[in-house]
């Protein structure tokens, strides 16, 4: 069973001086809890970036990211896992020194070798458990995202404990703190993305919504059917998990579910999960798309344009727009 903190000294942070590398998701996440909750922090951005105006305007001191990396003793590393190579060897490596420490918020770039700290420095995880978005709106109305926390080098004895304390900065001691490994996260978390949240989700989506226009049913029909109620059923579940979500939908649903659920994923979606699971653990993936991404991620865009031309986004864009509500 996991470990679970509820509570992390803060103090550790206490003086010292936080970078947060990047203002995406999690960053402006990262940046502004970090802040509210007393800590001095900075943002590190690349020159003309289109963030930088948005992070001053949030009250944050701008720098650019080897200057924040050189006063810094945290350098919280929120880029895309494409970029951090070329950034930490670039803007963030030359300003290391005895006593500082890396803070991730997913493990790729470790845990594969794409950045390698120096022996006398920190390197720790701070995953929160949610969109960046959301971990800030839970933070501002007082409540907190679990977050993950691990330890990859631990240089002054005390990586553990700076972890958690930076986690108790973003607000997660409100919800609990979990202890993990880089590889644990690194790994669940990419097969989590491909099995399911994205890749199984999509790709079941798109599967139910072919499957009842080509049997004669109309696209916006089968556009609410498959996707637009999702939203409700996971909520459902995220709310009350499995038992709670049989008490709550209709007894017709529950049936077909049990007798449908397994012929759609049977032993054939289990073996294939398997067979990702082991690309991901064994580096298969990893090589894969450090070499797309180098090549500037020509599959990755001929995807995105396939995806563009979809009948589920012909038909989805203007239902969309009928409910504005959505957008907020």
């Not at 947060?20 to 900075?42: E, F, M, P, T, W």
């Not at 948005?54 to 990211?65: K, Y």
């Not at 963030?92 to 493990?107: N, Q, T, Y």
């Not at 798109?206 to 226009?213: G, I, N, S």
Request: include cysteine; glycine fraction near 10%.
């Amino acid at each position: 069973m996991a470990v679970i903190h509820y509570d992390a000294d803060e103090r550790l942070l206490s003086g010292r001086r936080i970078a947060v590398i990047g203002y995406g998701a999690q960053g402006h996440a990262h940046a502004l809890n970090l802040r509210d909750s007393g800590h001095d922090v900075r943002v590190g951005l690349y020159a003309g970036s289109p963030s930088w105006v948005r992070a001053e305007a949030a009250g944050l001191r701008v720098l650019d990211v080897a200057a924040a990396a050189a006063e810094a003793d945290v350098l919280a590393m929120l880029i895309p896992d494409e970029r951090m190579p070329g950034v930490y060897a670039e803007a963030i490596a030359p300003h290391l020194a005895a006593g500082k420490a890396l803070v991730f918020a997913h493990g790729f770039a470790v845990q594969y070798g794409q950045v390698k700290a120096p022996a006398d420095v920190d390197v720790v995880l701070a995953a929160p458990m949610g969109q960046g978005n959301a971990v800030r709106q839970v933070f501002t109305a007082g409540g907190g995202m679990p977050c993950l926390v691990a330890v990859h080098q631990d240089a002054t004895g005390q990586a553990m404990e700076l972890a958690k304390a930076y986690a108790k900065g973003l607000g997660a001691a409100r919800a609990g703190i979990l202890e993990t490994t880089f590889r644990e996260e690194t790994e669940t978390d990419l097969f989590a993305e491909q099995a399911v949240l994205v890749g199984g989700v999509n790709h079941l989506i798109k599967a139910a919504f072919e499957t009842l226009v080509a049997a004669g049913y109309q696209p916006e029909v089968a556009y609410f059917c498959s996707l637009h109620e999702l939203k409700a059923v996971i909520d459902l579940l995220q709310r009350q998990g499995f038992v709670g979500q049989r008490r709550l939908i209709s007894n017709t649903a529950e049936y077909g579910a049990d007798l449908a659920g397994p012929r759609i994923i049977g032993e054939p979606t289990r073996q294939a999960m398997r067979e990702v699971l082991a690309e991901i653990r064994d580096g298969r993936f990893a090589r894969d798309w450090i070499a797309e991404s180098q090549q500037g991620c020509p599959t990755l865009e001929a995807e995105r344009k396939a995806e563009e031309g979809h009948m589920i986004e012909q038909v989805g864009k203007p239902l969309r727009a009928m409910m504005p509500w959505l957008s907020g």
